[in-house]
């Protein structure tokens, strides 16, 4: 779980990265929603989450473990591709599928919120 969730950031890191230069060098900044949802979520919290599964491996592998996975890798996509639907089509649909991402999301850090107070305990 921990390598998992750390490739994914770096993939995350590079598509927010290349998403902040586009905005940058188009002066259009109508996806900078996106943009820190990606780094912040994607990349950061993603990579942290591969950190703790790789310092702690007894939270690596039990059901919360795989639920965080699951639920953040199909939730953040799925809440990033409406989010930038939304914004630059105005489709009123993107919506629900931006709301359904984010409670996906929400689901997910929960998950390793219950995982890492349950199963990360001091060395002595």
């Known amino acids: 779980m921990a390598i998992r969730f750390i490739k994914i950031s770096v993939v995350y890191f590079v598509i927010g990265v290349l998403l902040g230069l586009y905005m940058s060098m188009?002066?259009?900044y109508?996806?900078?929603?996106?943009?820190?949802?990606?780094?912040?979520?994607?990349?950061?919290?993603?990579?942290?989450a591969g950190f703790v599964y790789y310092l702690f491996p007894s939270t690596s592998s039990n059901v919360y473990a795989?639920?965080?996975?699951?639920?953040?890798n199909i939730g953040l996509p799925l809440m990033m591709i409406a989010l930038t639907v939304l914004i630059l089509n105005g489709a009123a649909i993107a919506t629900v599928f931006t709301a359904i991402g984010g409670v996906l999301v929400v689901f997910s850090v929960i998950m390793l919120a219950i995982n890492v107070l349950?199963?990360?305990?001091?060395?002595?």
Do not use: E, P, T, Y
Not at 66 to 72: I, M, Q, R, V
């Open 118 to 124: 349950q199963n990360v305990r001091s060395a002595r």
């Open 66 to 72: 795989k639920l965080h996975f699951w639920s953040a």
């Open 30 to 48: 109508a996806l900078k929603g996106v943009h820190v949802h990606v780094n912040l979520i994607g990349w950061a919290s993603f990579a942290f």
């Open 26 to 28: 188009a002066h259009d």
